[in-house]
């Protein structure tokens, strides 16, 4: 920048600016890369295998769309993600032709992520609005047994709120990497930066949306304490012990708000943060069961994972 210092002053500090938020709009872009999947990588992984149906579920004032797999009359595994994230981040769990046989297999985009929006069409940070937005979704199960809520990271408690909405309708609740203690939410230096307008025009929506909850995150949680105690239904926990976005103490937080004598807490030393694909064995053994053993205590193979 060594030829700028020869503009007007002001000129120059613009210049700066602009430079200054170009080179943050790329890292931060490239950051959240890995956790980001495109519609033309969707489209090339579905060009040989069949594709998830997906559809709308709205009203007047909302949409969330969802994609499935698996007959409607099986009973309901209802995938909710975090931040950032959409329906295709449990793409290997749809497409897993197990549990298709067994499942209505449900992944949601949450309300400001992929296809599924509010009217007013701004960020929402409230896990209760998230959580009753979703409401509908287990109206699609049209079997006779209640369903299995599986939530990851951001996506925990806004399934644990759901759960604790219509205990009846929910038969096992499963947290995978779980951000859930309001005094464990970790920021990063980079974080400040997703919250400046002008960043924010040069990248995509999620990450906004995801910038947003972040902020207020902490905060909902704190509200959501008396959630917990509502959880009587079995309640597995699963942390990675080397997980660097979710705090590992997050477990710790689980075993002592959750009444339920029927939860199992689950930590994996060496694993990170995805869970879902590090060890997607594992959590298929553990889904499939909980649908066979409603209300039992089980004991998972952690060297299954891989």
């Known amino acids: 920048m060594a030829h700028l210092k020869f503009l007007h002053p002001e000129l120059f500090m613009f210049s700066k600016y602009l430079l200054y938020t170009f080179f943050c709009c790329i890292f931060l872009s490239g950051c959240f890369a890995k956790y980001r999947t495109t519609p033309r990588e969707v489209r090339k992984h579905y060009a040989s295998i069949k594709k998830p149906k997906l559809e709308c579920i709205k009203n007047d004032t909302l949409c969330i769309q969802v994609a499935s797999t698996g007959a409607d009359t099986l009973p309901l595994l209802l995938l909710i993600h975090g931040a950032p994230g959409a329906w295709w981040g449990y793409m290997n769990m749809l497409d897993d032709t197990v549990l298709q046989k067994q499942f209505h297999i449900v992944s949601v985009d949450r ?46 408690p806004i399934a644990a709120t759901m759960a604790s909405m219509a205990p009846e309708k929910v038969k096992q609740l499963i947290m995978v990497s779980p951000v859930i203690d309001p005094d464990n939410e970790k920021f990063y230096w980079f974080s400040k930066y997703g919250r400046n307008r002008l960043i924010q025009l040069f990248l995509p929506k ?101």
């Open 206 to 306: 999620e990450f906004n949306t995801a910038t947003a909850e972040k902020y207020v995150h902490s905060d909902e949680l704190r509200k959501m304490l008396p959630v917990w105690k509502k959880l009587t239904m079995p309640v597995v926990v699963i942390q990675g012990g080397n997980d660097w976005i979710g705090d590992p103490a997050n477990i710790e937080f689980a075993k002592q708000q959750i009444p339920s004598l029927r939860s199992q807490y689950i930590t994996i030393p060496d694993a990170g943060h995805m869970l879902t694909f590090s060890h997607l064995n594992m959590i298929k053994q553990l889904v499939i069961n909980m649908n066979r053993h409603t209300g039992k205590t089980m004991t998972v193979d952690l060297a299954a994972g891989r």
């Open 111 to 156: 309300l400001g992520y992929g296809n599924s929006w509010l009217k007013r069409r701004k960020p929402i940070g409230s896990i209760a609005t998230q959580a009753k937005s979703l409401m509908s979704v287990l109206d699609l199960n049209k079997s006779k047994e209640p369903a299995i809520i599986l939530g990851r990271s951001y996506g925990a």
